[in-house]
């Protein structure tokens, strides 16, 4: 059974920091990229980032580059979202997610239970 188990939300001002730390076991293949997808209330889910296990290439959507930066220690079993100058905006619940990132594009196939990240004005 595949898990993903996110940590490190928490409620910030705006202009904080908060690092996100994802664990990621029970795969049966290696065929997988991991990442962050964030869900607003009242709003669709917005892709993040995501890195290839393959080379280390990433990709981050366009409301979050500069700011945030994914990163792993091992890129099949974890993945790191350092986030900087958080703005209200940002406030969502973060998933880890499993996928895949192909020509640039992050393509996300299911996420964790998720962890909430909240961003006060």
């Known amino acids: 059974e595949v898990q993903l188990v996110e940590s490190g939300g928490g409620l910030v001002q705006a202009g904080g920091s908060l690092r996100l730390s994802c664990t990621a076991s029970?795969?049966?293949?290696?065929?997988?990229?991991l990442g962050w997808f964030r869900q607003a209330p009242g709003k669709e889910r917005e892709g993040v980032s995501c890195?290839?296990?393959?080379?280390?290439?990433?990709s981050y959507s366009d409301s979050v580059k500069g700011r945030f930066t994914i990163s792993t220690d091992n890129p099949k079993k974890t993945v790191y979202l350092q986030m900087n100058n958080l703005q209200p905006e940002d406030t969502a619940v973060y998933y880890c997610a499993v996928g895949e990132l192909l020509s640039g594009t992050c393509l996300y196939d299911y996420g964790g239970q998720g962890t909430q990240v909240t961003v006060s004005s």
């Open positions: 029970g795969f049966t293949s290696d065929d997988y990229d």
């Open positions: 890195i290839s296990s393959t080379d280390g290439t990433v």
